[in-house]
Nanobody
């Protein structure tokens, strides 16, 4: 059964950095659109960053462009989100998600992990 497990969240001061990890297992297909969503209390869920596991189709939310970088280690079946220059408005639960294509991923129709909390505060 397909499973996504996130880790790496925590508390950091504004301007700091964090790296999130998403370990994937049980996927039988090699082509997926994978990425990260976030949801803050009282706010709607939003796609943060994603790409096709074969490369291409990279997406970043406008608010994180130039600060966040999505990457993967295929050998380790792990997805990463490098977050730099963090702002208080980046505070949210971050979720790893996978779907067969960008449209399904963007509409949150794929598989999700349990989430990891990121808190940016002084």
């Amino acid at each position: 059964q397909a499973q996504l497990v996130e880790s790496g969240g925590g508390s950091v001061q504004p301007g700091g950095s964090l790296r999130l990890y998403c370990a994937a297992s049980g996927y039988t297909y090699s082509i997926y659109y994978m990425g990260w969503f976030r949801q803050a209390p009282g706010k709607e869920r939003e796609g943060v960053a994603g790409f096709y596991t074969t490369g291409g189709g990279t997406y970043y939310h406008e608010s994180v462009k130039g600060r966040f970088t999505i990457s993967q280690d295929i050998a380790k079946n792990t997805l990463y989100l490098e977050m730099n220059s963090l702002k208080p408005e980046d505070t949210a639960m971050y979720y790893c998600a996978a779907a067969r294509d960008f449209s399904d991923w963007y509409l949150a129709r794929g598989n999700w992990g349990q989430g990891t909390q990121v808190t940016v505060s002084s």
